[in-house]
């Protein structure tokens, strides 16, 4: 349930209504929005007299919410929520790019990646110390000596990672030495280590599942939002459809559909969807023009003996290329690429 204030409420009028809500074992979370200021009511509201709520002064309207990703809903909190990476804001006006192999091979390949993609415009990196492999066989990282590389080549060039938590055993390792913890496709129903995620202050970046509907993507990410870790990142990465012709279908309409539904950024994986190096480029500029907070693509110097996905990530040449057709189109529709450090 959600108060909606009067624009010119006064705030005593406001703590009054906190005050009795408070009484009666609710938890409040608050926002600003542009007109008005709304609070959202966290409990079984069940038993709240949404009349008696209307009579208190300086109260506009008091709405129950119908979505079942309640906090993670517009209607609960008008306003974007940013969430931060160190310095970096994921969410707002400015768009953020993140790069990086898919997998940390080595020592010296994930410092030279992240020099080069940070020295055309990366603000986060990206690299997988455990990676969840379709064949047993194939290689499966490097587990911590990866996050450390990883965490090593980011502190070097003055920017936060991101890397795939895949079982709550390593969330320790994780909370030491990333900055953003992702979820990826396959865990994005893993209720469990959701949970666990809800403790944790480090930014949560939640891949949409390959058969997940946006209603169900939402509803995961709830599980971390509602447990109190507000700071969610979604990340569509494609779906699975009756098409073949690509890895996955990338879902872009979820964009805007997700912008609307609910206050959370959402970035686009272009590299995982397509899985053809030559397809990422003009999947990435479509998500920028679609509105998405950011993209997230795979590179690497060498990707015809990289150890995992190599097909799908760009050489660095590319995406220098890649930066410039997304800053023509960020400026098109009001935006701009994240710059300052």
Known sequence: MIVIFENNAKQKDIQKVKNYLKQNNFRLNGSQGKDHFVLGIIGNVNKLNIDRLKEFDGVENAIRISESYKRCSRTFKPTDTIVKAGNIPIGGKDIVIIAGPCSVENEKMVHCIAKKVTKKGAKIIRGGAYKPRSSPYSFQGLGEEGLKYLKEAATKNNVPCVSELMSVDNLELFEKYIDIIQIGARNMQNFTLLKELSNTKKPIMLKRGISATVEEWLNSAEYIVSGGNPNVILCERGIRT?????????????????????????????SHAMGNRKLVLPMARAAIAVGADGIMVEVHNNPNEALSDGHQSLLPYQFEILMKNIKIISNAIGRKIYESD
Do not use: M
């Not at 996955?248 to 979820?254: C, I, K, Q, V």
């Open 242 to 270: 009756f098409e073949n012709s690509t890895r996955f279908t990338l879902d872009l309409s979820s964009v805007p559909v997700i912008k609307k539904l609910s206050h959370l950024p959402v970035i686009v994986d272009p």
